[in-house]
């Protein structure tokens, strides 16, 4: 006979049989999957499985048992130990980046650097572990055994002092150092020529009828900086014009480009091309000049290096040098990779970008 109080059970035991199915589909979804679970389910031992998914050499398997263990791993959803694997095959599958600060990692330099660096790695199966300059809290890679390699993004040396890089060394650690004017010589080095790179822009605002420069941005202690002013004055100093005057920013970001041209252009003007050290300084050099009432490029020219996205939508369209950043971030990753045991020092070429924020002066 039906009654109410049945009706009760009846809702009740469903319920503990809804609760109990979900129990059970969640175990399997979230359970983790083993490679014996993967041996039983092939129908093969455990060492095969570790022979078709690790792919080991010198080992002979059938194709027939290959696809039966690959279609087996597919269906169960198994994903093998990170940690397992990086002890059998003694690597971490892992490449340090550090760049100089964490304030820098998205600017026109380190963003499109770093994006060619994850793209190879990925492609070859390697994972990476970012970190930045600071001065309480060093990059603990080396210390930690956390990476198989590094890559550095345009390090000063101050960044990377003799004791740590002799603790790399000592550890058999690969490093490659791309930027910040090739100073490192024991490890492997990609760069543009920063000398060149001075030498190319100051022929070119000369040959634009330019005789008095402002070497603006960065600062004198960094390599690159350093390197790039002396390629500028060495060629001004062989056509017998005036030494260029020369004006350190605290940093390379847009905000320390725009208060060191405030502050500079309201002592002084003469100088007729500013050469900055990266696109963000010339860009906030830019905005300085336009509120002291400085007309780019009549009354001023700019000419910056990284050719970044933005300074193609300023209001008077930037000249920059542009770096293959592509392709030594895609280097570095290859070199980490490679036998080559000595250092290998590549510079790469660097290209003129041409804009509006260049005038030529009537001589």
Known sequence: MFTWALLGELKLDRTKELIYTYKWKLSRRYSVVSRDDVARHAGVSGATVSYVLNDTPGVSISEKTRQAVLRAAAELGYRPSLAGRALRLGRLHQIGVVAPSGDILFSAYHEPLLRAIWRAASQNGYRLLLDALRPSAPPSFVSDHAVDAIITMALPPSAFPLKARRLVRK????????????????????DIDNIQLGETAAEYLIARGHRRFLLFGGQEQSVA??????????????????????????????DDG???GLTLLSQRRDFTAAFCYNDNTALGLLRAAGE????????????????????????????????????????????????????????????????ESITTISK
């Open 171 to 190: 550890q058999k650690i690969p490093v490659v150092m791309i930027g910040g004017g090739s100073w490192a010589q024991e490890f492997h080095t990609l």
């Open 258 to 260: 725009y208060r060191g």
């Open 225 to 254: 900086v350093f390197k790039r002013r002396q390629g500028f004055r060495k060629r001004v100093a062989a056509h017998g014009l005036p030494e260029p005057a020369l004006y350190d920013t605290s940093a390379v970001e847009l």
């Open 292 to 355: 002291r009432g400085i007309r780019i490029p009549v009354d001023l020219s700019i000419l910056g290096v990284d050719a970044a996205p933005v300074g193609q939508y300023a209001p008077c369209r930037l000249a920059s040098f542009r770096q293959p950043l592509d392709i030594m971030g895609e280097e570095a990753v290859r070199l980490i990779l490679s036998p080559l045991k000595e250092p290998v020092h590549r510079y790469f070429p660097f290209e003129l970008i041409e804009g």
